[in-house]
C-alpha cells in the first residue's frame, strides 16, 4: 500500500504556472507507475499525465501535452506535475495515483481503473 499526499494546487491567472507535488509513503513506491487525474467540471475524472516506475516512461493527454511536465524522485518518494500555461479549461482538483508494477517496469496507465491508491487532492483554478 502506498499513501498519498498532494500540494502545491492554487489560484492563478490565465497563462500562468504551477507545480503540483504527490508525497507517497510506503516502501514499494520506486516500484510503482505513477498517475496524475483531474476532476472537472467538465469531466468525472479525466487523465492528464503517467509515469512509469524509473521515470523512463511517460504519457500525456492531448489537452495538456506541450503544457504539462510529470517528473519523479524515487529517493525522496515524490511524483511532480509542472503545469505551464495554464488555461480556465485546466481548473479542477488534481489527483495523483498509484499502481504497483516489477522493478523498472516501463508500464504506464492512461485509465483511472488499474490505479490501486489516491490521493486526496488539490484544488487548481485559473481565471481568465
Known amino acids: 500500500q502506498v499513501q498519498l499526499v498532494e500540494s502545491g494546487g492554487g489560484s492563478v491567472q490565465a497563462g500562468g504556472s504551477l507545480r503540483l507535488s504527490c508525497k507517497a509513503s510506503g516502501r514499494t513506491f520506486s516500484r510503482c507507475a505513477m498517475g496524475w487525474f483531474r476532476q472537472t467540471a467538465a469531466k468525472e475524472r479525466e487523465f492528464v499525465a503517467a509515469i512509469s516506475t524509473n521515470g523512463g516512461t511517460t504519457e500525456y493527454s492531448d489537452a495538456v501535452k506541450g503544457r504539462f511536465i510529470t517528473s519523479r524522485d524515487n529517493y525522496n518518494y515524490m511524483v511532480y506535475l509542472q503545469m505551464d500555461s495554464l488555461q480556465p479549461e485546466d481548473t479542477g482538483v488534481y489527483c495523483c495515483?498509484?499502481?504497483?508494477?516489477?522493478?523498472?517496469?516501463?508500464?504506464?496507465?492512461?485509465?483511472?481503473?488499474?490505479?490501486?491508491?489516491w490521493g486526496q487532492g488539490t484544488q487548481v483554478t485559473v481565471s481568465s
Open positions: 495515483a498509484a499502481r504497483q508494477t516489477n522493478w523498472s517496469s516501463q508500464d504506464i496507465f492512461t485509465t483511472a481503473s488499474p490505479y490501486e491508491n
